[in-house]
């Protein structure tokens, strides 16, 4: 059975599936650059935006001793 070869999604340079322990990047270098690119909100998924508060709001009954 021919091994099957792919693509990596950041620099298309060809790599095995099962001897490669970065699938499905080709190297760790590429697996690091990915996630820059999620941490940097260069990837994002659709949707609608919402508005999330940065803090919970304080009920009165929770300062009360």
């Known amino acids: 059975m021919k091994e099957q070869k ?6 298309k340079k ?3 599936w099962s001897e490669n322990p970065f699938r499905p990047f080709c190297s760790d270098r590429c697996r690091i650059l990915d996630l820059g690119k ?3 909100e260069e990837y994002r998924i659709a949707g609608e935006k ?3 508060p940065d803090e ?3 009920r009165e009954n929770d300062n009360e001793g």
Do not use: N, Q
Not at 6 to 11: A, D, E, G, Q
């Open 6 to 11: 792919l693509k990596c999604p950041i620099c």
């Open 14 to 16: 060809a790599s095995t």
């Open 38 to 40: 999620w941490a940097t």
């Open 50 to 52: 919402k508005d999330i």
């Open 56 to 58: 919970t709001p304080v």
